[in-house]
């Protein structure tokens, strides 16, 4: 990789040379196991809140339930107290980012990233022993924690170690290990279902691993340049610089951050210039992406798969086969976004992502609506129909609203309200995926086959949202956004009328120093 490809520029002015370095593809690897360990929660627990032995135990009531011959279909799984185990981790995940964003700016992105995996590693134990249901939820919320600082802390590390021409592809990394992370687990189900009382036990054991290879991995990782000159290291900023470019010319993108860096530091308290007026466009689309990410209805299926499949007359083990393939089209098809995204563009596939999953949506409530009644098991050959459609809905969402969730949020804050900023999308990230883990099996039960219809409705709003307000971010430096996309687009730009009287002093004095000549 190093000596490989010789990348220019993240400025329209500047060229800032760099190569794709072995190091910065390791330290990326290293660190999208934060993303892995997120996936490996999304995925594991859909699959032991199926398992027998595991409802046994923690959740006697939904087992009477789920083998009582009469019970609604809809409502087999429909228990208060099973829904806060999986969606317990993100109420953490939310309190954990606060801090996080807080420990990245004070003492780094490499520590908050061993922050998140002791965590992880805390509560994968606290899993694999649990007694009881206190003990289970509390082990459900060390992970919460250790999601919340990685999710926070990764995309950030990527982002700022990655030369500009390749930040796309690299941030993408973090989703493929996510989606890697849930096929994993779909995996791990799929064969500790078979082992009886304590498989569930390996299953959420499992946990660990990714987090002892991330902390292990940190070690061997380097510090961003940006956190490292932010908190005044310069000389080390500029010596890590050279090292992860791999060429020796990094003096314009050193004086670039040390710019940046002086201007964000003006800012002192980044959560207030946040409410300021020309915060508002990019913090409702860095945000609002997020909650539209999730009310595609994505963690329905990436919790719930396994219980889905039940409910549709599948057994335990033929439901966690198909929660592995529905995971395999999810990695692959993340794939596609990576060779893609700075080609078409954010919006185009946003919009034609939608379209793929909302049709996919329709046609499952309408087969549902019509073959699964209260009491009545789906014929074998639909339930496959089921299945498929939801693999064609997988592969939509993969390739758009997944991976550009994270992207588009942490692209379209300028410098100085960009951790606070992001620190907003993440969290907005986790609420809703707390809110749709908490409520789908009781909407389930309410809405039946409706529920369908209620997330295609979604993704109509979501799309003419995309068209009309959305931005297009492709191949825009980060550094002006503000210049050529804020202010440019027809709506968003009445926000900037008076934006050099809005944006402090200090800062409209660096941006208008005349910048070195090379
Ligand atoms: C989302 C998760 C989702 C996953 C599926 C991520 O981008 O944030 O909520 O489960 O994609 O691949």
Redesign the pocket.
Known sequence: MAGGVIATGSGSEQDFPAKLTLQVFICTAIAAFGGLM??YD?GISGGVTGMDDFLLKFFPNVYVKKNHAHENNYCKFDDEYLQLFTSSLYLAAIVASGGASLMCKKYGRKPTMQAASIFFFIGAILNVSAMNLPMLILGRLFLGAGVGCGNQAVPLFITEISPPKFRGGLNICF?LL??VG?LVANCVNYFTSNIKNYGWRISLGGAAVPAVILLVGSFAIVETPTSLIERGKKEKGLKTLKRIRGVDDVQKEFEEMVRATEVANQIKHPFRELMKKPSIPPMICGTII?VF??FTG??V???YAPVLFQTMGFGSSASLLSAVITGTV?SLS?VIAIFTVDKAGRKKLLVFGALICMVAQCTIGVILKKYLTETSKVPNSIAKVVVLLICVY?NG??WS???L??LISSEVFPLETRTSGYFFAVAT?MLC?FIIAQAFLSMLCHMRAYIYFFFAAWLIVMSIFVMAMLPETKGVPLDEMVERVWKKHWFWKSFFKSSDIERPKAMVQLEHQEKPNH
Request: avoid cysteine; proline fraction near 4%; glycine fraction near 12%.
């Open positions: 997120f996936g999304i989703q996510i989606t849930i997020h990410q999730q994505i963690n299926v990436m919790f999810n993340t997988v969402f993969a609203w997944g991976p969730g994270w990230n995926t």
